[in-house]
């Protein structure tokens, strides 16, 4: 039970990656906070696990900082804060719109950032705190995802950033980024390329030294490690999870 007593909010909560670590979280003692754009999703997942389910789009403001208030009366201060609220917008970049890359660096980077500055308020008045933001391997550069890499690989820059900031209080915050993970992004992807999912993921996994693809609990497992006190010395990192170098 690492997380007995602990409050968590895990944006993105709704389906893959978020799903399975609210519900790891949830397992080993954490008051949990599921938050996901739509409620429906957040409540399929917090329901059975006995958590809070919020809606919150992560990009406005006023949803985030509601969001906040909200599991601070429900749930407590919060002491965790795991982000995975994200969205795809793939394309090559003569084709690729501005909505294309407002949507993506709104959700990912914008959304993290409003995140961490609403929640970091109770977590230095108790002087302890653990932020994890989730990023990707598509942070070292990825063909029609201009908007996303820079999303991710900003991530990384802004954990390092508010590890100074915030590690005199006791606060961590490191980044994970993941490689090749069966969610439904990357079915998404696999559509846009015009691929079977399928033969998509046999691709993949011949690719990674493991010769298999991630689960979402494969990367929900470090994402708990971060979160928990056994990594108190570790703060500003990005950890890839990929199966391999």
């Known amino acids: 039970m690492r997380f007995k007593d602990r409050v968590a909010l895990v944006t993105g909560g709704g389906r893959g990656i978020g799903a399975a670590t609210a519900k790891l979280l949830a397992s080993e003692g954490a008051r949990v906070a599921v938050s996901d754009l739509d409620e429906t999703p957040a409540r399929e997942v917090a329901d059975p696990i006995g958590a809070l389910a919020v809606a919150c789009d992560v990009s406005v403001r006023a949803d985030v900082d509601h969001m906040v208030e909200l599991v601070e009366k429900k749930l407590g201060g919060i002491d965790i804060l795991v982000t995975c ?21 709104d959700t990912h980077l914008k959304g993290t950032f409003l995140c961490a500055r609403a929640a970091q308020r109770s977590m230095v008045d108790k002087k302890y705190g653990k932020m994890v933001f989730l990023s990707s391997t598509s942070a070292l550069g990825n063909r029609g995802q201009a908007n996303y890499s820079a999303a991710k690989a900003g991530l990384q820059g802004m954990a390092r950033t508010l590890a100074i900031e915030l590690g005199q209080f006791n606060i961590n ?14 079915r998404a992807t696999a559509e846009r390329m015009g691929m079977d999912f399928e033969t998509f993921k046999l691709g993949a996994a011949s690719q990674i030294p493991l010769r298999r693809i991630g689960q979402p609990e494969d990367i929900a497992s470090v994402i708990a490690f971060l979160c928990s006190d056994e990594s108190s010395f570790v703060s500003g990192q990005t950890i890839y999870v990929r199966g391999g170098p």
């Open 173 to 186: 915050v490191n980044t994970v980024a993941p490689g090749f993970v069966e969610t439904r992004m990357t």
């Open 85 to 105: 609220a994200g969205i795809i917008r793939d394309n090559l970049l003569f084709k690729m719109t501005d909505e294309d890359w407002d949507a993506v660096i």
